[in-house]
């Protein structure tokens, strides 16, 4: 019993170390691409879509997480919002789509993430007295220039099951832009059409455990599911949001009726 336990440990361990070597080299593999254009210097935004979707499925895939489109992902300009379960949804949203990421002004100040973070066109917000309205006009003003952004608007993570009540002060960026709003889904399936209950991060597990887990899983796949756009034009700030929480429930409840073997139980 031991020696199988001692084998089981052993395998374990064999994987993560595997997964994490092939995460290494993909990172340095985005830092010599990133050279290469010089988007250390100036991020080339209108190159950069493929790049980072290039990079974003290379590392979904050294934690052994396919990223499958149920329905082809258009690569049109908006505001894009997604679900968000874990923290693999930031590589596989970037897989699939053409949008820029927002982040805390202080994120690019880490060592080796946030110099990709730089040079993959990362929009850092500053947040100075958390209004959140100021952020809204910052996301407008560079939507406004052309360039796609993407958020997660339920503001936390959750199990994968259901869509949590969003927050919609982001959405005034697509209004003051007259950009139309991209909603898509994500639901991450086993091998056998059941919900992943390794990769969704949410209530007291910790970043280390959570790393562990999807490590350790096996055969997963993060189907995505884009829906249909929503113009803002004679939309309030309150009304996009209910039009966008009706939308991505009944996106995710869809999803999961094409991708699941086994409903997913609250």
Same mark, same amino acid.
């Given at each position: ?5 001692? /084998? $089981? ?19 340095? /593999? @985005? ?8 988007? $250390? ?16 499925? =290379? ?10 489109? +149920? ?20 590589? %596989?949203? @970037? !897989?699939? #789509? ?13 060592? %080796? ?10 929009? $850092? ?7 959140? /309205? ?17 958020? $997660?608007?339920?503001?936390?993570? !959750? ?17 003051? *832009?007259? %950009?139309?709003?991209?909603?898509? %889904? ?16 949410? @209530? ?5 455990? #959570?790393?562990? =887990?999807?490590?350790? #899983? ?5 189907? +995505? ?8 034009? /004679?939309?309030? =700030? ?18 999961? #009726? ?5 409903? *997913?139980?609250?």
């Amino acid at each position: 019993m031991s020696q199988a336990k001692s /084998g $089981f440990s052993l395998k374990q361990q064999w994987g993560r170390g595997k997964q994490i070597a092939g995460m290494t080299t993909t990172i340095a /593999g @985005g830092l010599r691409a990133a050279q290469r254009i010089g988007a $250390f210097k100036q991020p080339p935004r209108e190159k950069l879509p493929r790049y980072i979707q290039a990079f974003c499925r =290379k590392m979904a895939g050294s934690f052994g997480v396919k990223v499958v489109e +149920v329905e082809p992902v258009q690569q049109h300009h908006g505001l894009w919002v997604s679900n968000h379960v874990s923290w693999m949804d930031i590589p %596989v949203v @970037g !897989t699939v #789509s053409p949008a820029f990421f927002l982040s805390k002004a202080e994120i690019g100040e880490w060592p %080796v993430f946030g110099k990709l973070a730089h040079a993959a066109g990362t929009v $850092f917000i500053e947040r100075g007295s958390g209004d959140a /309205g100021s952020v809204a006009a910052q996301i407008a003003s560079f939507l406004a220039k052309g360039f796609s952004v993407i958020f $997660f608007p339920e503001a936390t993570t !959750t199990d994968g099951k259901k869509i949590k009540r969003i927050h919609g002060t982001l959405l005034q960026a697509a209004i003051e *832009a007259d %950009v139309p709003v991209r909603p898509i %889904v994500i639901a991450y399936v086993n091998k056998d059409g059941t919900l992943s209950e390794a990769l969704p991060y949410y @209530g007291k597990l910790t970043m280390k455990d #959570s790393m562990k =887990k999807v490590l350790d #899983s096996k055969d997963v796949t993060a189907y +995505v599911l884009p829906l249909a756009p929503i113009d803002p034009a /004679g939309f309030s =700030k309150s009304e996009l949001t209910n039009v966008l929480q009706s939308r991505m429930q009944e996106g995710l409840a869809e999803l999961h #009726s094409r991708v699941l073997n086994v409903p *997913a139980k609250d």
